[in-house]
């Protein structure tokens, strides 16, 4: 999608961290914005900052786990502006735990939020940018998570391949239904950004109520996530790496270096068939 001006853009999970830098961009490409998300009042401060620059901005409160909520935030977006022209479905969370002894209760929402969320984003918005007729795109927030594996982090790495297949499914079926010309996608694959992702999954097991059995992988994984967050690129950094990549029609979008050799050692084991690298001793007959 070569013109953004006047377009519109709904985004999900916008009151913060990358959500927020994507619809910032979005407003100085001269998009109208419509921004959802499960906090409220981050909500509405973001919007007010976003209206005191200059943008139009729509909001509702939505928790991506609920399709009626995609589903109102799509109606608002066509009520306010006509039309959904840039899709980012960006809510999520982050989850760690390990396989054996990581809690179901973080299984389960991040599977609910991070996989699920995109799902219902993308059934509520996608028939109607079809059917509108001018161009479209469509950017699903995956992470390099979605196509490394990582040890701890079980809940978030799966969901989030989960997220990657889930929009190059939808490529596919865009092409065969003869819609791909006018409704790109992307699915963006971002390694370490600077946001509170980390604070709010702190913030969550300290809040939800679940009391968890001892994890080491699980504990020393997000003390690792939450350095290199800090760590991270900024925002508007990876803000502006999806936006290039909706300008150009690419579908892919990474934002690091160690990306690409990070991919390739999982291919290569892949395609290498070969016996595991550090196989148990053999019991003695
Ligand atoms: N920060 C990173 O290093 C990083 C790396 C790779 C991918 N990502 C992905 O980027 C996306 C945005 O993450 P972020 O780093 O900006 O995190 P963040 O925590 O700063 O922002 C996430 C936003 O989503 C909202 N949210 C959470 N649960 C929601 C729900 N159920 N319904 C609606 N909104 C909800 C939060 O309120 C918040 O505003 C996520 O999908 C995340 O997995 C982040």
Known sequence: MQTLAGRTALITGAAGGIGLALARKAAAEGMR?????????????????????GAEVVTRVADVRDPAAHAALDTAAREAFGAVHLLVENAGIGSAGSVLGGDLADWKASLDINLYGVLHGLRASVPGMIAHGEPAH????ASLAGVTVNAGMG?????KHGVVTL????????????????????VFCPAWIKTNIAG???????GD?????????????????????????????????????????RFW?????????????????????????????????
């Not at 469509?138 to 927030?141: C, D, G, L, N």
């Not at 709010?200 to 300290?206: F, S």
């Open 33 to 53: 914005l419509v921004l959802g998300d499960i906090d409220g009042p981050a909500l509405d401060a973001a919007a007010e900052a976003l209206r005191e620059e």
């Open 138 to 141: 469509v950017v699903t927030v």
């Open 155 to 159: 809940p978030y790495t799966v969901a």
């Open 167 to 186: 929009t190059e499914t939808l490529r596919d079926e865009l092409k065969l239904g003869g819609h791909a010309e006018r409704v790109g996608t992307s």
């Open 200 to 206: 709010a999954v702190k913030a969550r097991l300290k």
């Open 209 to 249: 109520g679940v009391e968890r059995a001892p994890d080491p992988m699980r504990d020393a994984v997000s003390k690792f996530v939450q350095s290199a967050v800090s760590e991270g690129m900024s925002p508007a950094a990876a803000a502006d790496a999806v936006f290039d990549a909706v300008r150009a029609r």
């Open 253 to 285: 979008i990474f934002t690091h270096a160690e990306s690409g050799p990070a991919i390739r050692r999982r291919m290569a084991r892949m395609l290498a068939d070969a016996p595991d690298p550090q196989p148990e001793p053999e019991p003695a007959d």
